[in-house]
Each structure stands twice: as C-alpha cells, then as structure tokens.
C-alpha cells in the first residue's frame, strides 16, 4: 500500500517549453504532497507544498510562476515547469504524507533534461 | 532554522560486517525521525521510522534515538553489497501532514 505514481520518469525538452510532470497517490487519498528538487550529488531540495484544494506554499528562492503546482483532487498533484531552460534539468521527486502520519513515500522521479 | 545534519561520507565498510550512520538534528521540537535509503538515480524509500527515545529493531536494521542529545543513528548489521546507497535522515515536527526536514545523506559503500 501507500503507492505514489510519477510520470513521466524522464523528459528531455527544449528551451523554452513547458513540461507537466504528473504524481498520483494510488491507493490512498494525500491532502497534501510534497515537490523536490535534487541535483546531482546533491540532497533533496523541497521546493514546495501542495495542499489539495488550496494554493500551493513555495519555499523561498522557488519561482511559483515557474514551477506552476495544482493539487484539484485528493490523488493528483502536477507539476509544470514553464519555459523550461538548461537550468532546470534536474531530477523531480513528489512525495505524499502517508494517512498514517509516519513519513512520506516518495514516487519514482522524474529526469528532466532540457536542451 | 530547522537543520539535520549528517556526515556525507562516503563510509566504506566491509561485507558482513557493522555499519553506524549518525544524524543529529536542532529542532528540540522534533518528534519523529526517519531513515531513507537512496539509490544512485532513484527516489528514496523508507527504511523505518522512530519516534521513542531508545532501540528499534526491524531485521537486520536497527534505529537508535536519543532525544536529550537530539541524536539517531542507523546501524545496519551484516552489511550487504546491496546495502551500498545514500542513507538519508530526515525529522518530523510531528505526526500528520508535516514537512520533513532532511539531512544531505551520507553515502555508504559495502566493499565485497
């Protein structure tokens, strides 16, 4: 149980496209999930908190005009990355807090290059 | 400022034998901590979580918490080549929908 579902588990795009990235709670309702960020060798950067229903909470330095984030049901959240650039290649990991309230589970990623 | 901090290694140990990562976290407030395993390109899994001062045992995996010198530890016996990955700590102000603030992981290698 407490399966997060993420895709695509990479993208490669061009400069200046949008990119959707897609986190689905299988198998339980995730009122509130959770978006990272993580460069190579580097440890997870939280960049936001998604609430469903509500206006996503960016941490400070994250462009919520860039990362748009919508969370319109208990089991879906998305993340887009608008005109995306080199820059932002990097690996996106969602995560949701588990009903049991004892950690996250985290979906598999996504590899984003943008060339 | 909530900050986890651990040693980024990398720790090496041998095959079989005992491996001990270490984390210490700021927050007095913190009441729940959790132990993450990362592989290289992966996302992280949840190795077992501890919320009581003391020992908790899960197979070969065992979490220790010390919440007077706001301290947990990961031992990891009979070490497996498998076992070879980041370990990331990480604390919970609480039980429920709260953010877990992680440490930057230390990276553990299991020579055969």
């Known amino acids: 149980g407490a399966v997060v579902s993420q895709h695509p588990s990479w993208v490669i795009c061009k400069s200046g496209t949008s990119v959707k990235i897609e986190c689905r709670s299988l198998?339980?309702?995730?009122?509130?999930m959770f978006w990272y960020r993580q460069f190579p060798k580097q440890s997870l950067m939280l960049m936001a908190t998604?609430?469903?229903?509500?206006?996503?909470?960016?941490e400070q330095g994250v462009e919520k005009d860039k990362f748009l984030i919508n969370h319109a049901s208990l089991t879906l959240s998305t993340l887009t990355v608008t005109s995306a650039h080199p820059e932002d290649s990097s690996f996106y990991i969602c995560?949701?807090?588990?009903?049991?309230?004892?950690?996250?589970?985290f979906g598999s990623g996504t590899r984003l290059t943008v060339v | 400022q909530k900050e986890v901090e651990q040693n980024s290694g990398p720790l090496s140990v041998p095959e079989g034998a005992i491996a001990s990562l270490n984390c210490t976290y700021s927050d007095r407030g913190s009441q729940s901590f959790f132990w993450y395993r990362q592989y290289s390109g992966k996302s992280p899994e949840l190795i077992m979580f501890i919320y009581s001062n003391g020992d908790k045992e899960d197979g070969r995996f065992t979490a220790q918490l010390n919440k007077a010198s706001q301290y947990v530890s990961l031992l990891i016996r009979d070490s497996q080549p498998s076992d070879s990955a980041t370990y990331l700590c990480a604390a919970s102000s609480g039980a429920g929908s709260y953010q877990l603030t992680f440490g930057k992981g230390t990276k553990l290698s299991v020579i055969p």
């Open positions: 998604s609430n469903e229903g509500s206006k996503a909470t960016y």
């Open positions: 198998d339980f309702q995730a009122t509130t």
């Open positions: 995560s949701a807090s588990l009903t049991s309230g004892y950690g996250y589970t």
